[in-house]
Each structure stands twice: as structure tokens, then as C-alpha cells.
């Protein structure tokens, strides 16, 4: 029997490879967890109220592209958030958790030539292991491009050379930054605009991580997009409930952008989608209009930043992030770290290597490893400082 040769060459998979090299060994101390970027923060108590009180909406099949409810609530979001307007009937629609929007975009979007030659879609290195493999199943190239400290931990994009360019269909980019935490600024997204126009390809932004920062909120692309006057059809936006609400469970993400592209996607969708159940709709709805319980949540990781930057004073190297929930640590070797500090203390990180590509001497993530600031903040103190004492001193 034949299989796809597309997807022979793919590593195995982030947190399966962690198994595989620390699961053999004996935790040397009381475990903390620091691998997974889950929420471990309470989501609203009322999300479950509103939950039953729809849960009728469990006997029949749910709106695939989101109900007018959810919508309107998203748009309306978007609105106080980027002080963009959107029709909701025409420019977002409701999406299973980003991830699936992420590929199904691609399929949707991503041309089968361009300038008569197989597409290339740019991939930040590190990246969200979506992203390659969207860009593997629509017959593209994923092209990935260093996101280092060289380059302010994002892609310099318009560094590429004009082949590349040329060839280019998609760019993937995502501000906050996973795992660095950086912030594209408002003249990084207006080149990378411009940059689009002038070369004609899509900007895939995935803001997931917009709503944890440390000062003022990150500036996301559809702000910029609308000040240019570009193409509404050129960007399109994702975003979610996961990190914002700690409603990873939820499954419950958008995609905005033109109306021929909401088109697109829509129509695919109706034949591959897995549409959230209409309960969890009505749940999504509440939540994207309330803003209460994220301030609240940005607060707790506020007071987080403050612990790393405590206990990762003077450390050469530490690079305290803008945004999001991980710690971005320069090591020597970063598999070799997490084997240590795995065998040593009990804390488990992620290898920097396992986000990225690349042989191992170019591998950008190969001298990092990431921390997810995700546990309680005693928890978290003792993790960071037993983390710090392992391998900084």
C-alpha cells in the first residue's frame, strides 16, 4: 500500500519528541510543568451557567459558519480591540480553536502556482507546527525564515530574496510571538503590508496571544491594514478564546478578513469543518463581550513577568517578554538543558529545537529552551528559581 510521500519527511511532533527524551528518566525532585502553553488560570464561573441554560442546542446540528450571536459578538470585539468595523455576515466567521483555521485557510487560499512556479508560503522559524504543515498539504514550500534576537524574534521578511518573493503565496506571522514574545509594531506591519502589495501575496496573522501583555496592548494587523487602506482581501486575522479567556477546552476561535476570502473558507468549511456546538456558541458569544474577566487575567500574568524578571536578574541573555505566557531562555543546547533540568530538579521545559527547523547547527531554536508560565505563582517562583540555580549558576 502507498502513503503520501508530502508528509514523510515531517519530525515528530513537539511534546511526543519531549516524551521520548525525558520519560525514560526519574524526575529529581517534585515535578513542575512548563512545557504546555495551557491556561491554568479560572475561566469565567458563568460561562458554564450560560452552557445549560443552551444546552437544548446540543440535539441538533450547530451553525457551521458561527450563529448571528457569535457573529456579532466577534465583530463587536474586533471593533473595541483594532477599531476596525466588520460586517459580521460577511467578513469573520466562528472557527473550532484557530488551529483548524490556520490549515483550512491554506487550503482555501494558497494558489496552486505562483507566477507559474509551486508557491511558497513563509513560515516563521521558530514557528506554530500548523503552519508547515498547511503549507505541506496544499503542494506548497514552506520557506522558513529566523525569527532571532538578530532580527527582534521576528521574520525579516522583506530581507528575502526577490525569487523567494516572487514565489510567495502566504505569509504566515504571529505577534505576540510564540515562543519569543515579541510584538510586531505598527511599522513592522505596515512594511510587511506593503511588502504584500508589492509582491502579491497573503498575510495569515495569528494574534492568539493579543490580550497578555505587560504594558500597552500589542497593535494588531487589521489596524494597521485599515490606516494603509489595503486590501481587505490580503490580511486575514485569527484569534481565539484559549489564552484570552482560559477557554482552551472551548474549541473556540475566529477568522476575519475580505469577503471573498470569509467566502472561501466558508465553503470549504460547510464540507470539512467541524462547526462548535451550538451550547459552546452561545457560551463564545457571552464571553467575547465581556472584558472584565480578561483584565483580570492579564493581571495575574502582569504580576508573573514581575517573578521572572526577579529571579532572572542578571542572567545574560534573559530577554523579558512583551507579551504572551513563555519564557524565551538562551542555553547552550536546549535538548541537553530539559534532559538536565528534567534529571536534576523535576522541572520539564521544552527543547527550543523541537518549535523550529533546521540541521542542528542551524536550528534557531537549538541554544533556547521555553518555559510556560502557566502554574500557580508559588509554584511558578519555585520552578523559576530551581530552573535559574540549575543552569545559570
Known amino acids: 500500500m502507498n502513503f503520501p510521500e508530502r508528509f514523510s519527511n515531517l519530525p515528530a511532533y513537539a511534546f511526543p519528541r519531549l516524551r521520548a527524551l525525558l520519560d525514560h528518566y526519574e524526575p529529581g525532585g517534585e515535578v513542575v510543568h512548563m512545557t504546555i502553553g495551557e491556561p491554568k488560570h479560572a475561566f469565567p464561573g458563568w460561562v458554564t451557567d450560560v452552557i445549560v441554560e443552551n444546552s437544548a442546542g446540543f440535539q441538533g446540528y450547530p451553525n457551521n459558519d458561527g450563529s448571528d ?7 463587536d470585539w474586533i471593533e473595541r480591540r483594532y477599531g476596525v468595523t466588520l460586517d459580521p455576515g460577511t467578513s469573520v466567521m466562528a ?6 483555521g490556520l490549515y483550512n485557510a491554506a487550503m482555501a487560499l494558497c494558489p496552486e502556482q505562483k507566477n507559474g512556479q509551486k508557491p511558497i508560503v513563509l513560515c516563521p522559524n521558530p514557528f506554530y507546527q500548523v503552519y508547515m504543515v498547511a ?3 496544499v503542494g506548497a514550500e514552506p520557506h522558513f525564515v529566523p525569527a ?25 506571522i504571529c505577534s505576540p510571538a510564540n515562543p519569543q514574545g515579541a510584538v510586531a509594531s505598527r511599522d513592522y506591519w505596515a512594511e510587511l503590508i506593503r511588502l ?7 498575510i495569515f496573522a495569528d494574534e492568539c496571544y493579543s490580550e497578555i501583555y505587560r504594558n500597552d496592548a500589542p497593535t494588531g494587523v487589521l489596524t494597521v491594514a485599515q490606516e494603509l487602506g489595503a486590501d481587505p482581501e490580503r490580511i486575514t486575522l485569527f484569534n481565539s478564546l484559549s489564552k484570552r479567556s482560559n477557554l482552551a477546552g472551548l474549541r473556540s476561535g475566529l477568522i476575519a478578513g475580505g469577503p471573498e476570502t470569509i467566502k472561501r473558507v466558508k465553503q470549504l468549511r460547510a464540507y470539512s469543518g467541524a462547526p462548535l456546538p451550538a451550547p459552546l456558541q452561545a457560551a463564545a458569544a457571552t464571553v467575547w463581550a465581556d472584558e472584565a474577566h480578561v483584565r483580570e487575567n492579564r493581571a495575574l500574568y502582569q504580576e508573573k513577568y514581575a517573578i521572572a524578571d526577579e529571579v532572572f536578574a542578571g542572567v545574560q541573555g534573559y530577554m523579558p517578554p512583551e507579551a504572551g505566557f513563555f519564557l524565551w531562555l538562551p542555553v547552550d543546547d536546549g535538548e541537553a538543558t530539559a534532559l538536565k533540568l528534567w534529571q536534576e530538579t523535576g522541572v520539564r521545559v521544552l527543547p527550543g529545537a523541537y518549535l523550529a527547523q533546521g540541521e542542528p547547527g542551524q536550528n534557531p531554536g537549538k541554544g533556547y ?4 508560565m502557566v502554574a500557580p505563582k508559588t509554584e511558578l517562583r519555585r520552578g523559576l528559581i530551581t530552573l535559574r540555580d540549575c543552569i545559570y549558576r
Open 69 to 75: 450571536e457569535l457573529r456579532g459578538a466577534i465583530t
Open 148 to 172: 532571532t534576537a538578530a532580527t527582534g524574534h521576528l521574520p525579516d521578511y522583506a530581507g528575502l530574496p526577490e525569487d523567494v518573493l516572487n514565489r510567495t503565496a502566504v505569509a504566515y
Open 95 to 100: 472557527l473550532n480553536g484557530t488551529r483548524e
Open 196 to 202: 504584500a502589495e508589492q509582491y502579491d501575496f497573503r
Open 369 to 372: 529552551i521555553r518555559a510556560a
Open 135 to 137: 503549507s505541506l498539504s
